[in-house]
Structure formats: C-alpha cells, structure tokens
C-alpha cells in the first residue's frame, strides 16, 4: 500500500539552527499538508500546499517557516531559526485531490529543540 | 467548520463492540463527519466519514442520528490495537479542505 514517508524520524537541534523535515507523499497526490503535534497536546494544522505555492496556513505558519517541493517528489518544511516552543512531532500528509478528503499522514518526526 | 464535542476516555473490553460517540450540534447540510485515530503518536489514519446514511467499511461502521447532530463511531470487535485516540472531525467535503483536530477520545481496550 502505498504511504507517506518522512526523514529524519527524530532530529535534535540547538536552539537558533535551521532545521529541514523532509517528506515524499504519495506519487499520484496532488495536496499537501504539515500538521504538528506538541506532546500532550492536539495535531495542529501549518500549513496547506497546491499547484506548488501555499493555499492555506495557520497563524502557527510564521515568517520562521516554509515550505518548498523542491522536485516533484519531495514536500519539505523549513524552519528558519528554531525555538525550544518549536520541539514537537512534524506529520506531513497528502491527499489526491478527490472528494474523498481523505488524508494520508506519515509517520511523523520528532523535533527536538535544546 | 462545525464544532465537535467527544468524550474525554473511554474503556472497552478486547472483542466486544466499540461505541465512540461524537456531538454536532451545530453541524450544517454539506458538512460531513470524519473519523480519524491516532495510534501511539504515529500519524492519523483515517477510519470512516459520512454525510447522513450510515456507512461501513472494513475497519468500523458510522452511524448518523436522522436530525444529524451527533454519531457514533462503531469497532464492532475491538482488538488491543484498537488502542488509540480517536478523533470525529466535521468539515465541508473538498478537494483542498484541511482536518483540524480536536482533542479526541482515547480508547483503551483491555484484555
């Protein structure tokens, strides 16, 4: 079956460092998604992506990230200067566009900020 | 979207049936329901999702009351993997549409 995958699965970072999470969705899908998940708490919508520009981000979604497909197959998120607030699990997701709404999610990963 | 209230936990013994419920009030008409779970801090997966007929599929079955305002997710014969925070999500059907989650229901099935 097919499924999103996400690297690294857990990276650690000093605090101010650039981080990149790398996702590859689903070959066919057209829409992408970053989610977040501070332990303990609910998965938080980012930000939304489509026909290579955002569609949609949330107040979250600040200056210090971004988002990029760099090549067609990966979806990457980037966060520009990190925060020890930034330490959480990172879930990509993507969907095919269809009615359906239904969202693959990977596997997540896990942020550390120190 | 419309707002959804869901029990905080809920126990459920290994092989007997599942009954998450999940409130909508304030649900409007081209406002479907979602069922999404989360296993242990791995992704969500996506369970079911409805309009207003009941729907079934090979992992649960989605029972809709007639006015709409609340469902019930049904594991007909839970299993300890079952295990997992389940999350009913109410969102217009489309194409772009983000989830946005709510705190859910953690199930424990106990042996």
């Known amino acids: 079956e097919p499924e999103v995958t996400q690297t690294p699965s857990h990276q650690v970072t000093q605090m101010g460092q650039e981080v990149i999470l790398r996702c590859v969705p689903i070959?066919?899908?057209?829409?992408f998604y970053w989610y977040r998940q501070i332990l303990g708490q609910k998965v938080e919508f980012l930000v939304s992506?489509?026909?290579?520009?955002?569609?949609?981000k949330s107040e979250i979604f600040d200056d210090q990230f971004s988002v990029e497909r760099p090549d067609g197959s990966n979806f990457t998120l980037k966060i520009r200067s990190t925060k020890l607030e930034d330490s959480a699990m990172y879930f990509c997701?993507?969907?095919?566009?269809?009615?359906?709404?239904?969202?693959?999610f990977g596997e997540g990963s896990r942020l550390t900020v120190l | 979207d419309a707002k959804t209230t869901q029990p905080t936990s809920m126990d459920c013994a290994e092989g007997r049936a599942a009954n998450l419920p999940c409130n909508h009030s304030?649900?409007?008409?081209?406002?479907?329901v979602y069922w999404y779970r989360q296993i242990h801090s791995q992704g969500p997966q996506y369970i079911i999702h409805?309009?207003?007929n009941n729907e079934t599929n090979e992992m649960a079955s989605l029972i809709i009351t007639e006015d709409r305002k609340s469902s019930t997710l049904i594991l007909p014969h839970a299993t300890l993997r079952d295990t997992a925070v389940y999350y009913c999500?109410?969102?217009?059907?489309?194409?772009?549409?983000?989830?946005?989650f709510g705190q859910g229901t953690t199930l424990q099935v106990k042996p």
């Open positions: 997701a993507s969907s095919d566009g269809t009615y359906t709404g239904e969202l693959f």
């Open positions: 070959s066919n899908h057209l829409y």
């Open positions: 992506f489509y026909n290579n520009e955002i569609s949609e």
């Open positions: 999500i109410v969102r217009v059907r489309s194409n772009t549409g983000k989830l946005i």
């Open positions: 409805g309009l207003k």
């Open positions: 304030t649900i409007s008409g081209n406002e479907y």
